[in-house]
């Protein structure tokens, strides 16, 4: 499954950005597409163990819906109050 390939190189940049953090001590300049590329991991991997919780508390399809719907309402909140973007915006498809 794409979770077991990718496992390895998250961990990979993990290990990274934790030597960077301990080493530089400076800011690292993501971008914009960098913010979008961690949150659409973030949630892929939120959202897996959300459905292993869902299906051990046998929540209903509506529920587990629900539930998903609210995890993703609260991240695009939390990153919109600390950082001033939408990440509705940052999703947006460039039709040029």
């Not at 979008?36 to 991997?45: E, G, L, N, P, Y």
């Not at 915006?89 to 460039?94: P, T, V």
């Amino acid at each position: 499954m794409i979770g077991k390939k990718l496992s390895p190189i998250l961990l990979e940049i993990e290990q990274a950005l934790n030597e960077f953090e301990y080493y530089k001590g400076t800011k690292p300049e993501f971008t914009n597409e960098a913010l979008r590329a961690a949150t659409k991991i973030f949630m892929s991997v939120l959202m897996d163990k959300m459905f292993d919780l869902q299906i051990k508390e046998k929540m209903t399809h509506k529920s587990a819906y629900e539930m998903a719907t609210v995890a993703g309402e609260e991240l695009r909140r939390l990153i919109k109050i600390y950082t001033d973007i939408d990440t509705h915006e940052l999703f947006k498809i460039d039709k040029t």
